[in-house]
């Protein structure tokens, strides 16, 4: 995959992923929608929020260690 970003849009683009089957309960399909539907995006908190246009997509946090 790759993207493109400036101060306040993104764009996601050629994302590629695995054959490989994961389970009735997979969330990757719905994950690869959202980056590709993600126009913009804002850093708030330390937070990643992506939206398309003003409905926010997903909300991201760093993983802990």
Do not use: V
Request: with cysteine; glycine share 4%.
């Amino acid at each position: 995959a790759s993207f493109t970003m400036d101060s306040s849009s993104i764009l996601f683009e050629n994302i590629s992923t695995t054959k490989m089957k994961c389970g009735k309960h997979a969330i990757e399909p719905i994950f690869i929608q959202m980056l590709q539907q993600a126009t913009n995006y804002r850093i708030k908190n330390k937070q990643l929020l992506l939206f398309k246009g003003k409905s926010m997509l997903g909300l991201f946090t760093r993983k802990k260690d």
